[in-house]
């Protein structure tokens, strides 16, 4: 079936969901069901599957964009990229290896690379998306230079399919880098955490940091030159197979997410210091992003956090029927509900997936 046939059909059936009242849950790969509330009853609603609308639309290596459909699968887009010494620059998990640009676009999730080059909605040019009331609308561009005021597109980063399908997304895209080393330090966790943060600030070529196994693990990207100064500048042990690591960490194959216990993302400016909550810890993003696998109740985790100004979301396990992500100020309840009611105004998405009360 050609993309504009699909297309129309996923058109179609939005509208005769508007007309049956049904509800609608978007899926693709299902790499990521898992992320966000898991709404029971008529909530539930029926599968959308967007995975037919795939392929890489336009993508020239000298404009450093591409463009493909949302049921495109990650694989193949990072292949194609690599073929021409480029990469998509937040190191996005995949989860899978059905995870497809769609829901890596709507779950906003980013890589060990997001604190030094950037988030996904960062790299977000433009999409083409499929609202609540049936209609096709474009958002952005192809290029930076043709958004102007806020860029709608954007909203779309992390809504978890709330506001409407995404059909077609642009990216900006970056070149590899030539060289990359990844240096390990032993450490404390006190330790670990200024050095990160100071490293936050400072002229290395650092693209990755993260604290695990009571080892303090850096990774330098750039030219050949660069990296090796910066080796001998700031000391430590070459890291042997250091890609694998840095896959298995962004993909949660360590052990620390292996766990039965619920697995908790918490955000912080990344100079804080160690959280007294007992569980296996881990701290990545330079220490803005800390995971830790605990028992302990999520009321306290969330009252331990908000003192340091920080937020909570519970990334796996627990009661996904409750509060996944940090609970919305009273004042910022009605503000999502008119966003939600602009682009889905017969609440037909992804009902509940983010919070109960959209």
């Not at 992320?35 to 890489?56: K, M, N, Y």
């Not at 290029?143 to 954007?154: E, F, I, P, Q």
């Not at 028992?295 to 009661?319: L, M, S, Y």
Request: proline share 6%; aromatic share 8%; glycine share 10%.
């Amino acid at each position: 079936m050609k993309s504009s046939d699909i297309s129309n059909d996923l058109q179609q059936q939005v509208q005769q969901a508007i007309t049956d009242g049904t509800p609608l849950n978007i899926c693709a790969g299902n790499s990521k069901t898992f992320l966000g509330r898991d709404p029971a009853g008529e909530s539930t609603g029926q599968a959308f599957d967007v995975s037919e609308h795939c392929g890489i639309i336009n993508y020239d290596p000298r404009e450093l964009v591409l463009t493909a459909r949302a049921g495109t699968l990650m694989s193949e887009i990072e292949s194609t990229l690599a073929e021409s010494g480029q990469m998509l620059a937040f190191e996005p998990p995949h989860f899978g290896s059905t995870a497809t640009l769609g829901g890596t676009i709507a779950s906003g999730l980013s890589g060990s690379r997001r604190p030094f080059s950037g988030s996904v909605r960062d790299f977000t040019l433009g999409c083409k998306v499929l609202n609540g009331s049936g209609e096709i609308l474009n958002f952005g561009g192809q290029v930076m230079k043709n958004v102007a005021g806020y860029d709608l597109s954007r909203l779309m980063v992390g809504a978890y399919g709330t506001l409407g399908v995404l059909l077609d997304i642009s990216l900006k895209v970056l070149p590899r880098p030539a060289s990359s080393e990844t240096l390990k330090f032993e450490c404390n966790p006190e330790q670990a955490i200024a050095r990160m943060s100071a490293l936050l600030s400072q002229p290395y070529p650092v693209d990755a940091a993260c604290f695990h196994g009571e080892r303090l693990h850096l990774r330098l990207s750039g030219s050949a030159q660069a990296v090796k100064h910066a080796q001998l500048q700031l000391g430590g042990e070459v890291m042997p197979d250091s890609v694998e690591f840095w896959r298995t960490l962004n993909e949660h194959e360590l052990s620390i997410f292996n766990t039965a216990t619920t697995l908790y993302r918490i955000m912080v400016k990344p100079a804080t210091p160690p959280l007294n909550i007992d569980g296996k810890w881990l701290f990545g993003w330079a220490g803005a992003q800390r995971w830790l696998a605990s028992n302990a109740p999520v009321e306290t985790i969330r009252e331990q956090v908000a003192k340091v100004g920080g937020h909570v979301t519970q990334f796996r396990g627990g009661d996904r029927n409750g509060e996944i992500f940090s609970p919305l100020a009273p004042a910022l309840i009605p503000f999502h509900q008119r966003l939600k009611a602009s682009f889905d105004p017969h609440g037909l998405f992804n009902r509940g997936r983010m919070y109960a009360e959209i």
